[in-house]
């Protein structure tokens, strides 16, 4: 149990890759324990270890030969890896040690329906009906018999669509998620099918399969670097429910409403804090609503934004369930995480197409002109969100604890954000300014605070440990955390802190990423017989500067902080300058190979200007 322990704290301090690497070392196989197995496999399972959950579950069954739990749990996940032969074997299994669990004759008869295995699965029900009594397995019989029906409605549906090049570029750019691979509905010659990771790119010839009805995609929303491109909320009743009223239409079209002003609440909301968000018809049970980003965001960040937004709507009834994509704020290198099923696709289940519709349910009459006209989200919108949102003190899940041989105990227990007096401005802060004028790890760590909105564990508690030491260093570090998206309010600085400020030496081995790209080599007066820390720069001060030119100063150091800001930007413009004509060149070649002056693109018409007392082209993009 001290490894699962010791893994749990490195996934809050987001050491994932230590984490990884302790969980994938562990041997328990040599110990008998089904419960201590099945304690392994949920951790696992946080972590998008697949292969490990495997191992621990079919541990957790030979420790316990009755646990049909791990066996229908073993059964879900060799579904989803398209193994149906390995999961009709561990239901069949479950059934067998539980004969009386009319779940399993349900999910049993639902891989089969999958599969177009009709017979076998309505033979299922039957003997579910036979050995439980049930009768709503008898009328589950009824939707089965209907599905190659609906099967032949959903050819005829895919005649009205027929994509062009620039919906299908378009579909790619914004459901873009984990490189070189997505996620599709295989059949095979025996009738077994499912879905299973495809590890190729998702290009715009697989979207016009999966539009055109062909196959069905999913996509892994985390890209390699834990990033998305998309939100997304995934509306559906709970299992219990769908049982109940699948086979009762009026009562299936209340509960589909139900979920629908559920939504509506949802879009009510995001159109208030300006997040343009989109709703689809699942397709079968549910709905899923779209915010897409305009520049990527980080998975964790992501999922933040989801858990605040969710709780800011407030009560959702009972009987619907309700998830966050991503459903992970990171993965291993060597993990997908959960997929999510794409628009306009048709649904296995129900035969019918997954649409975009109005709040009102109505379909949007072109589908696909309809994905042009998608509006993508700024990130700046969702950290707003967060931001305004956290201060009603919001609940947004455990963060790091402190480390105790760091902060004073005073300092813990601090449960709101205290007010940053209005009075207070950093950049007039001389303390804080001439520290982050001499000091480039902490410059560093501050411009990133107003890059990403982000500080890890070991950056907060540098800016914590250096900074909140100074003067104002309640209101330098309040101010600083307050502009970051992932600092709870328990780590708001009440009281200046005291004590010993940490050194360079620890910096250096806290956060390495940041100390090896700048010049962290500040040489330090060494008869002060005092160990290296950024403060001591502060002792430069008082020699350099008479109190009488205080203001002067602050000026001085604000106008070398601007002017070192300024060349940068310059540079980034020179260099952008080198790579738009390098593009353009290559363009000007493509244009005279092609004999054209302008190309249809997703974005409007790109056009090429020669004008005679020009010696090179020109382009622009008529929108």
Known sequence: MEKIELIKRLLEEEKIKEATEIAKKRDTTQIIDAKYHLIWADLLEEMGLIKDVMLELQLAIRDDPNDYISLSRLAEIYWDQGDLTKAVRCLNRAIDISPLNKDLYIKLAELFKEIKEYEKAVDTLKNGHEKTGDKYLLALIKSIKQDEEKEDKAKEIVKSFSPDEHHLIRFVHLFSGREGVYARQWVSPTGNSGYTPIHEPFTPQVAKNHILGNFTIGIYPLRLDNSVTFIAFDFDLIKPLITKLISKKELWDKAMNMMLKTASLFIDLAHQYQIPIYLENSGFKGYHLWIFLKEPLPGKVARKFGKIFLHKVGSIPREIHVEIFPKQGFVPSDGLGNLIKLPLGIHRTSGRRSLFI?????????????????????????????????????????????????????????????????????????????????????????????????????????????????????????????????????????????????????????????????????LFDLRMNLYPTPLLHLNEISELHPKSSIGGMVDSMQFQMLLQQYLKVKRDIKELEILIDRYEKRLNQFFEQAGVDEIKTPWGRLKRIKDSDEKKPHYFLDL
């Open 358 to 522: 109005d709040p009102k349910g109505n379909e949007i009459e072109n589908q696909l002109d309809y994905l042009i006209n998608i509006k993508q989200c700024p990130k700046i919108n969702i950290f707003r969100f967060i931001q305004e949102l956290r201060e009603e003190d919001i609940p947004i899940g455990k963060e790091e604890k402190q480390e105790v041989e760091i902060i004073p105990p005073k300092q813990k227990g601090i449960t709101s954000i205290p007010k940053v007096v209005e009075e207070y401005d950093i950049q007039r802060d001389k303390e804080v300014q001439y520290l982050l004028l001499k000091c480039e790890v902490l410059r560093a760590i501050v411009d990133k605070i107003f890059r990403t909105r982000e500080l890890t564990h070991d950056e907060r508690l540098v800016i914590t440990h250096t900074i909140g030491l100074l003067s104002h260093g309640v209101d330098a570090v309040n101010s600083l955390f307050k502009e970051c998206i992932n600092i709870d309010a328990q780590y708001f600085l009440k009281s200046r802190l005291k004590g010993n400020p940490i050194s360079c030496a620890k910096i250096r081995k806290r956060i390495p990423e940041i100390t090896t790209k700048v010049s962290c080599n500040c």
